[in-house]
Every structure is written in structure tokens, then in C-alpha cells.
């Protein structure tokens, strides 16, 4: 791909202009990453009362446990979240995916994943959380996959 970068000390608010035969998977990415430049990404959370704020690449899984939504960090240390789910996959980005209606994972934080059964797979993170992949999401996170 062909890239053309013009510097123009009186530009107020950046912008980007994508000429494309058709809009790829790159191209989407690379859309979302414009986007969401200069977008801060911290996310606050809340545990034993207090509140926290906690850097996306502490983060394993977020995902819902009853009528709480709830974020496993590196170190499996468990916090409290207040916004919805679809707002924290917006606001996370690229190093994030959706695995169900109720859970994302960390895509760097993957240790493996394998079949399961019905026609889901499992996918063990890191620090040894295990999550489903449900069949509706398992295309999806193959292809990022690259398999």
C-alpha cells in the first residue's frame, strides 16, 4: 500500500483521506487505530471499596459473572466494572476481542486455545484463566488468528 504523508504546521485537527478499491480487515484496523488516536485507554475499576485505574495491558479477561461485570488482571486479581461491555470493547482496541456475548479476552495474553465441544473451543489465557469461544464468535477469532 501506497502511503502519502503531508506535514502542515497549521492544521488544527488532523485527519486521514483513504482511497480504496474495497474496505479489508487492514483497512478496518488501521481505520480504528486513526480514530482512536490521542484517546485515553485506561480503564477505572473498583475493588475492596476502592477505585483503580487499571492500563489495558494488565488486563486478561473482562467478562460477566451473574449481574456483575467483572476484569481479571494479569495476576488474576478480580475488580468491579461499571460500563457496559460493548463500551469497553470499543474503548480497548486492537489487542482486544470478543469471544462471547459475554466476555473478551486480551489477544496477547492468549497462552492457547483448542477445540471443544458442540462446536465451541476453549482458550486458556496466561495467567490460566479459561474461557469459552462460542460457536456464533468462533469464525471471528480464528481469522485473527490467521488459521
Known amino acids: 500500500m501506497r502511503v ?9 485537527e488532523p ?3 483513504l482511497h480504496i478499491s474495497k474496505l479489508t480487515p487492514a483497512v478496518q484496523e488501521a481505520i480504528k487505530i486513526l ?3 490521542g484517546v485515553q485507554r485506561m480503564i ?3 475493588a475492596e471499596g476502592k477505585v483503580f485505574v487499571i492500563e489495558p495491558e494488565m488486563i486478561e479477561v473482562i467478562r460477566t459473572e451473574g449481574r456483575e461485570l467483572v476484569l481479571y488482571s494479569k495476576s488474576k486479581e478480580r475488580y468491579l466494572l461499571s460500563k457496559p461491555l460493548y463500551e469497553l470493547e470499543a ?4 489487542d482486544f476481542i470478543r469471544i462471547s456475548k459475554s466476555a473478551i479476552i486480551n489477544f496477547r495474553r492468549i497462552h492457547h486455545a483448542e477445540a471443544s465441544f458442540n462446536g465451541t473451543m476453549e482458550v486458556v489465557m496466561k495467567n490460566g484463566i ?6 456464533s464468535y468462533k469464525k471471528q477469532f480464528k481469522e ?4
Open 4 to 12: 502519502e504523508l503531508q506535514i502542515d504546521a497549521n492544521c488544527e
Open 15 to 17: 485527519f486521514a483521506v
Open 35 to 37: 480514530e482512536n488516536e
Open 44 to 46: 477505572t475499576a473498583q
Open 91 to 94: 474503548l480497548l482496541g486492537n
Open 130 to 135: 479459561e474461557e469459552v469461544i462460542t460457536r
Open 144 to 147: 485473527r488468528l490467521g488459521v
